[in-house]
């Protein structure tokens, strides 16, 4: 099976490396100029005079990066399978979409109003209340084009720097921890699940992902699994989405934002589960059986950003496993993460703390349950 990947980073490396054993063949196709997957094919179309040629050697095409432009994927989407579909991209990178689809579907959300001028960004603010997050409607990432308001007399400043015709502004959510849930759709319709994780974000990047909670309520898993559900049916979806939420005290959650794609909060289960999101993607989008989600034990991903440690010495430490993206070191790049395994999550604990000890840009790691 020759497989087309649009979007040439790390997550498409990942894919090419759980696709390897399957015998799948992959072509990328990077229309930014910066390609960092390092491996397969890769073509890069910063001009658009290659998509013939990438399409006549793939047999289907799926993502790992869905700021694309709509048009393109239908376009492709007319000639050769595309795996999830233009609709889960066109829903997906517009936060305006994204939280009607979770109003139409009953998954609740921080309160919000959608803003095309820094007037009604004050007024929003005022009526929702400060502090607010106001964020571009399109192209954020990372906590990108986003900012916080602690006042309603920020907006105009606030407008200015996030320079963007339309945003959602939403109240900000004293939550108690942050959550993802993963789940996979074949192209019968069967539905996995992962175990929900727990992000560590700062400046909004992830940091540390930890999977399973040691402190989850069933009844919460099974709500988090039930609105993933309705997303998947609702866009027929074939692969791997992520939804990220906000869990507040009283255990309830708020959905954040999904990607249509495997995610960062889900590299734990390449060590830490059965089966991997990047091999269960790949099955799901052939039209073969998903593999078991269940995680073999407690795992926690590092993410090493901007500067890497030394690589001798992580591999020291116990049940640790380095995945390096072969990319160099700048500020804010993420270049590599460390899986960790331990039999209980306070051996794991002290195994994350010894590695961010090695890494030199490391934030503290906090999770809720210590
Ligand atoms: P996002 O790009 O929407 O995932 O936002 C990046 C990060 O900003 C999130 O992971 C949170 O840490 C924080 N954040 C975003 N929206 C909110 C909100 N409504 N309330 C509190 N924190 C937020």
Same mark, same amino acid.
């Given at each position: 099976?020759?497989?087309?990947?649009?979007?040439?980073?790390?997550?498409?490396?990942?894919?090419?490396? !759980?696709?390897?054993?399957?015998?799948? /063949?992959?072509?990328?196709?990077?229309?930014?100029?910066?390609?960092?997957?390092?491996?397969?094919? *890769?073509?890069?179309?910063?001009?658009?005079?290659?998509?013939? !040629?990438?399409?006549?050697?793939?047999?289907? *095409?799926?993502?790992?990066?869905?700021?694309?432009? *709509?048009?393109?994927?239908?376009?492709?989407? +007319?000639?050769?399978?595309?795996?999830?579909?233009?609709?889960?991209?066109?829903?997906?990178? #517009?936060?305006?979409? +994204?939280?009607?689809?979770?109003? %139409?579907?009953?998954?609740?959300?921080?309160?919000?109003?959608?803003?095309?001028?820094?007037?009604?960004?004050?007024?929003?603010? %005022?009526?929702?209340?400060?502090? *607010?997050?106001?964020?571009?409607?399109?192209?954020?990432?990372?906590?990108?084009?986003?900012?916080?308001?602690?006042?309603?007399?920020?907006?105009?400043?606030?407008?200015?720097?996030? #320079?963007?015709?339309?945003?959602?502004?939403?109240?900000?959510?004293?939550?108690?921890?942050?959550?993802?849930?993963?789940?996979?759709?074949?192209?019968?319709?069967?539905?996995?699940?992962?175990?929900?994780?727990?992000?560590?974000?700062?400046?909004?990047?992830?940091?540390?992902?930890?999977? $399973?909670?040691?402190?989850?309520?069933?009844?919460?898993?099974?709500?988090?699994?039930?609105?993933?559900?309705?997303?998947?049916?609702?866009?027929?979806?074939?692969?791997?989405?992520?939804?990220?939420?906000?869990?507040?005290?009283?255990?309830?959650?708020?959905?954040?934002?999904?990607? $249509?794609?495997?995610?960062?909060?889900? /590299?734990?289960?390449?060590?830490?589960?059965?089966?991997?999101?990047?091999?269960? /993607?790949?099955?799901?989008?052939?039209?073969? $059986?998903?593999?078991?989600?269940?995680?073999?034990?407690?795992?926690?991903?590092? #993410?090493?950003?901007?500067?890497?440690?030394?690589?001798?010495?992580?591999?020291?430490?116990?049940?640790?496993?380095?995945?390096?993206?072969?990319?160099?070191?700048?500020?804010?790049?993420?270049?590599? /993460?460390?899986?960790?395994?331990?039999?209980?999550?306070?051996?794991?604990?002290? %195994?994350?703390?010894?590695?961010?000890?090695?890494?030199?840009?490391?934030?503290?790691?906090?999770?809720?349950?210590?």
């Amino acid at each position: 099976m020759n497989i087309g990947v649009l979007g040439a980073g790390q997550l498409g490396r990942m894919l090419a490396l !759980a696709g390897y054993p399957l015998a799948n /063949h992959f072509t990328f196709l990077d229309t930014t100029g910066h390609p960092s997957a390092g491996i397969g094919d *890769v073509m890069i179309d910063t001009d658009r005079k290659h998509l013939e !040629a990438f399409l006549e050697k793939v047999d289907l *095409v799926t993502y790992e990066f869905e700021h694309l432009p *709509v048009s393109l994927v239908q376009a492709i989407e +007319e000639v050769r399978p595309v795996y999830p579909s233009s609709e889960a991209i066109r829903v997906c990178q #517009n936060r305006a979409e +994204e939280k009607a689809l979770f109003d %139409r579907l009953g998954i609740p959300t921080p309160a919000y109003r959608l803003v095309e001028h820094a007037d009604e960004l004050e007024a929003a603010a %005022r009526e929702l209340g400060c502090p *607010v997050v106001a964020k571009s409607v399109t192209e954020g990432y990372d906590g990108k084009g986003q900012a916080v308001l602690r006042d309603p007399a920020e907006a105009h400043e606030a407008w200015r720097a996030i #320079n963007h015709p339309r945003l959602v502004v939403e109240a900000f959510v004293d939550f108690v921890r942050e959550v993802s849930i993963i789940a996979v759709r074949g192209r019968d319709g069967e539905v996995a699940f992962y175990p929900m994780a727990e992000n560590q974000h700062v400046d909004g990047i992830l940091r540390y992902s930890i999977a $399973p909670l040691p402190d989850l309520d069933e009844g919460v898993e099974r709500v988090a699994d039930g609105y993933i559900r309705s997303l998947l049916d609702e866009l027929d979806y074939v692969g791997v989405l992520t939804l990220e939420l906000f869990q507040c005290a009283d255990g309830s959650l708020l959905a954040n934002e999904m990607a $249509p794609r495997v995610h960062n909060s889900g /590299h734990w289960s390449i060590d830490g589960a059965v089966t991997s999101q990047f091999e269960n /993607h790949l099955r799901a989008i052939q039209g073969l $059986p998903l593999g078991d989600t269940t995680a073999r034990m407690p795992t926690c991903m590092v #993410n090493v950003i901007g500067r890497e440690g030394e690589a001798a010495e992580i591999l020291a430490l116990p049940d640790a496993h380095l995945h390096r993206y072969d990319k160099s070191e700048r500020p804010g790049r993420k270049l590599a /993460h460390v899986n960790l395994l331990a039999p209980t999550h306070g051996a794991l604990l002290e %195994r994350v703390r010894a590695c961010a000890a090695l890494l030199p840009d490391a934030p503290a790691p906090r999770f809720s349950f210590e």
